[in-house]
């Protein structure tokens, strides 16, 4: 399985940016997705996830109301949507496809990893 992600460049801050995540070969139909972030010097922390059908979505606190995260099973596509960005919302982000219908936080959950996607937020 290879995950591309791709959207990021650089926003003002107040911006927003459609990160994409696309699946090969079209397997992600059943498996919940996440999406990471890591920024210079920092640990990889969790962003969000959707669960197989969409029926649940988590986000980190320091997200929530400014990002959306969405799927579209038939291209095997996630996509994060990204509003009112600040300039601490940059980071490498990362896409990441769970072992399981559900997932969370937890990054054992995960089991294959997307190349990740640079976004700048300038301030």
């Known amino acids: 399985v290879q995950l591309q992600a791709s959207g990021g460049g650089l926003v003002q801050a107040g911006g927003s940016l459609r990160l994409s995540c696309a699946a090969s070969?079209?397997?992600?139909?059943?498996?919940?997705m996440g999406w990471f972030r890591q920024a210079a010097g920092k640990e990889r922390e969790f962003v969000g996830s959707?669960?197989?059908?969409?029926?649940?979505?988590y986000y980190a606190d320091s997200v929530k109301g400014r990002f959306t995260i969405s799927r579209d099973n038939a291209r095997s596509t996630v996509y994060l949507q990204m509003n009112s960005l600040k300039p601490d919302d940059a980071a490498v982000y990362y896409c990441?496809?769970?072992?399981?219908?559900?997932?969370?936080?937890?990054?054992?959950?995960?089991?294959?990893w997307g190349q990740g996607t640079l976004v700048t937020v300038s301030s």
């Open positions: 070969p079209r397997v992600i139909g059943n498996n919940a």
């Open positions: 990441a496809k769970a072992r399981g219908s559900y997932s969370g936080s937890d990054v054992s959950q995960y089991h294959y």
């Open positions: 959707i669960s197989w059908n969409g029926g649940r979505i």
